[in-house]
């Protein structure tokens, strides 16, 4: 199928992130730059927004 460049993207940046979080979780004493740890911050909150999303997508059916 055809896949956007957005989601090409984001995909991407997901991915990196992820690849990032394991790096420092094997090495401890990686310093990250200001941008990585806020990358981690906003991958994590997408996360739990998605979690809360999924828990409550019963519900929502249910309504429509």
Known sequence: GNISISQKSN???IAST???IKS???LPT?????????S????ERR?????RMKKIEPKIQELF
């Open 11 to 13: 995909f991407i940046l």
């Open 18 to 20: 992820l690849l990032l």
């Open 24 to 26: 420092k979780s094997l």
């Open 30 to 38: 990686l310093q990250l730059t200001e941008e990585e740890e806020q």
């Open 40 to 43: 981690i911050e906003d991958l």
């Open 47 to 51: 996360l739990k927004i998605y979690k």
